[in-house]
């Protein structure tokens, strides 16, 4: 099994062979510490290796994408995962 590169997790396996894409940066939003690690070690297992950002509350998090925007930042987040309560 090859090492995947930085932020980028398998899609297909075809021939015993891994592909991988960049999905970019991903913001984990929850009030639970516990849960942000959960889904942290979800994505781990999935094969996700690149930059995730937590936030535990709504504010943190249109603080993260805002900064991300104004920043200009090219590996703006590509998904957002949060809690709906």
Known sequence: MSIPPQGSVPTAKANNTEQYVNVGKILIVDDDKFNCDIIDGFLMILGFQG???FA??????????????????PYRFSLILMDCS
């Not at 535990?56 to 930042?73: H, L, P």
């Open 56 to 73: 535990y509350n709504g504010e943190q998090a249109v603080k993260e994408v805002k900064n991300s925007i104004d920043e200009e930042d």
């Open 51 to 53: 930059n995730k950002v």
